[in-house]
Nanobody, 125 residues
Framework: QVQLVESGGGLVQAGGSLRLSCVAS????????WGWFRRAPGKEREFVAA????????NYADSVKGRFTISRDNSKNTVYLQMNSLKLEDTAVYSC??????????????????WGQGTQVTVSS
């Protein structure tokens, strides 16, 4: 079973930056794409960003465009989320996910096969 483990969360002041990492381990399998999602207290899980295995395709939620950057290092089975200019409303548990099947419609959480446990990001004023 593939396992995804996130790290890099924490407490940061508004306007600050954090870099999240997600490492995949376990039996090798073809990963078509990675995604980051978040869930704020009392809210539904929402799409943040996604990237295809080749790195040629990325997409972002409107709320994070221009502030967040997703990238991946296939040699390390790792995907990153660089978060800049953080806002109070970015406070959430951030989870990474991987899919063996899809390279489109990656905003849809049902397209992912594996999920990490999540890492807390708290933005303070």
């Amino acid at each position: 079973q593939v396992q995804l483990v996130e790290s890099g969360g924490g407490l940061v002041q508004a306007g600050g930056s954090l870099r999240l990492s997600c490492v995949a381990s376990g039996p090798p399998e073809s990963t078509y794409a990675w995604g980051w999602f978040r869930r704020a207290p009392g809210k539904e899980r929402e799409f943040v960003a996604a990237i295809t295995w080749s790195g040629t395709g990325t997409n972002y939620a409107d709320s994070v465009k221009g502030r967040f950057t997703i990238s991946r290092d296939n040699s390390k089975n790792t995907v990153y989320l660089q978060m800049n200019s953080l806002k109070l409303e970015d406070t959430a548990v951030y989870s990474c996910a991987s899919t063996r099947t899809y390279t489109r419609g990656l905003y849809d959480s049902t397209r992912y096969d594996h999920w990490g446990q999540g890492t807390q990001v708290t933005v303070s004023s």
